[in-house]
């Protein structure tokens, strides 16, 4: 397998994934966007796929990596290329319906989380970015007291943390799965969290972690020895809000979530355990399922009107005038860190 070239990412600043017809979507694939100055959104490239709804960046190399969830499972490698990403490489999840995946900073591990049967895979990287022939795999067992979505485990999303310390949610055990480097399970095992919280994404920031409850509508904060030391309601609009994906501002100002009931986002000042809230705005579209944050915009993936929204951030804060772009069930935002092949002015 020849390298990919460095310097040559492709002409866009944004990449959208999402659910594609044979994943009860409607879109394309990967779907690579131009994001003007003034927050306007325009499709310069698309590739085929099959259900991407996550998808992350080499730290070095111009390489995409992306989940394809479906019932058997798929991990992709893509080129960025001038044309468009280019498949590579496609290779088993290693379980059912891949959600997330994340690669560790020094570029030596792919991490999947493959929410149907909460397995969790773990592929080695070569030099030029590929994956190993064969992932180690890490099944775990449980449920929770939800009898709907916690019959059994669903691993949501991986993250590597202080110390490249993986950690992984399991909304079905209500757990917090970690893993030392080298892909070794913690000695003490996973972190037992709040019952029936339904674990989802979570963010670290000053010595503690912030995690969205899917199914109790919470944002709890834990501190490094993940003890419960704070915590609030996502959305000021009650029951049900579904909050999905939560986001650190760069300057540690804001913490942003997603709430998918309602269709907001809600903005917090973080103070250690404390969260203040300082406002709840719409999202400008429906089932806000991710958001990608940028020191002026938010960059929305609205799952279930078809769209990507882009809010202006003015002092941390979304403001009104939201721009949207059209592109089929996006489940992804990523906000690509390198400059582009054309000389532009690069990420916004």
């Given at each position: 397998?020849?390298?990919?070239?460095?310097?040559?990412?492709?002409?866009?600043?944004?990449?959208?994934?999402?659910?594609?017809?044979?994943?009860?979507?409607?879109?394309?694939?990967?779907?690579?966007?131009?994001?003007?100055?003034?927050?306007?959104?325009?499709?310069?490239?698309?590739?085929p796929a099959s259900g991407p709804s996550f998808v992350v960046e080499h730290p070095e190399l111009p390489l995409l990596y992306a989940v394809l969830e479906r019932p058997d499972g798929g991990v992709a490698?893509?080129?960025?290329?001038?044309?468009?990403?280019?498949?590579?490489?496609?290779?088993?999840?290693?379980?059912?319906?891949?959600?997330?995946?994340?690669?560790?900073?020094?570029?030596?591990?792919?991490?999947?989380?493959?929410?149907?049967?909460?397995?969790?895979?773990?592929?080695?990287?070569?030099?030029?970015?590929?994956?190993?022939?064969?992932?180690?795999?890490?099944?775990?067992?449980?449920?929770?007291?939800?009898?709907?979505?916690?019959?059994?485990?669903?691993?949501?999303?991986?993250?590597?943390?202080?110390?490249?310390?993986?950690?992984?949610?399991?909304?079905?055990?209500?757990?917090?799965?970690?893993?030392?480097?080298?892909?070794?399970?913690?000695?003490?095992?996973?972190?037992?969290?709040?019952?029936?919280?339904?674990?989802?994404?979570?963010?670290?920031?000053?010595?503690?972690?912030?995690?969205?409850?899917?199914?109790?509508?919470?944002?709890?904060?834990?501190?490094?020895?993940?003890?419960?030391?704070?915590?609030?309601?996502?959305?000021?609009?009650?029951?049900?809000?579904?909050?999905?994906?939560?986001?650190?501002?760069?300057?540690?100002?804001?913490?942003?979530?997603?709430?998918?009931?309602?269709?907001?986002?809600?903005?917090?000042?973080?103070?250690?355990?404390?969260?203040?809230?300082?406002?709840?705005?719409?999202?400008?579209?429906?089932?806000?399922?991710?958001?990608?944050?940028?020191?002026?915009?938010?960059?929305?993936?609205?799952?279930?009107?078809?769209?990507?929204?882009?809010?202006?951030?003015?002092?941390?804060?979304?403001?009104?005038?939201?721009?949207?772009?059209?592109?089929?069930?996006?489940?992804?935002?990523?906000?690509?860190?390198?400059?582009?092949?054309?000389?532009?002015?690069?990420?916004?």
């Amino acid at each position: 397998m020849s390298r990919p070239q460095t310097g040559t990412p492709t002409s866009g600043d944004l990449v959208i994934g999402g659910y594609t017809p044979d994943t009860d979507g409607s879109g394309p694939g990967l779907t690579v966007v131009r994001a003007d100055p003034s927050g306007g959104l325009a499709p310069v490239a698309e590739a085929p796929a099959s259900g991407p709804s996550f998808v992350v960046e080499h730290p070095e190399l111009p390489l995409l990596y992306a989940v394809l969830e479906r019932p058997d499972g798929g991990v992709a490698v893509f080129a960025e290329e001038p044309g468009g990403p280019r498949r590579l490489a496609e290779r088993p999840s290693g379980g059912s319906f891949p959600c997330h995946v994340a690669i560790d900073p020094d570029a030596e591990w792919l991490a999947v989380a493959n929410y149907g049967d909460g397995t969790v895979a773990a592929y080695r990287l070569d030099d030029d970015g590929m994956l190993a022939p064969d992932p180690l795999l890490f099944r775990n067992e449980g449920s929770g007291p939800d009898p709907e979505r916690q019959r059994g485990p669903h691993a949501h999303q991986a993250v590597f943390g202080p110390d490249r310390v993986l950690h992984v949610t399991d909304l079905g055990t209500d757990e917090m799965r970690r893993f030392l480097p080298g892909m070794v399970p913690h000695p003490e095992g996973p972190v037992r969290l709040a019952p029936g919280s339904g674990p989802r994404h979570f963010v670290h920031h000053q010595e503690h972690w912030y995690v969205t409850g899917e199914l109790d509508g919470t944002v709890r904060v834990y501190d490094e020895d993940w003890r419960e030391v704070g915590g609030t309601a996502a959305s000021e609009s009650g029951e049900h809000n579904l909050p999905s994906h939560i986001a650190v501002s760069a300057d540690g100002r804001h913490l942003y979530v997603g709430n998918r009931g309602p269709d907001t986002v809600t903005v917090f000042a973080p103070d250690g355990p404390r969260l203040e809230r300082v406002a709840e705005v719409p999202s400008g579209g429906h089932w806000p399922r991710h958001f990608a944050v940028t020191p002026d915009r938010l960059y929305v993936a609205e799952q279930r009107s078809d769209e990507v929204t882009a809010l202006d951030l003015v002092d941390g804060l979304p403001r009104a005038g939201v721009r949207a772009m059209g592109v089929g069930s996006p489940s992804c935002v990523l906000v690509r860190s390198r400059a582009t092949a054309t000389g532009d002015e690069g990420p916004v």
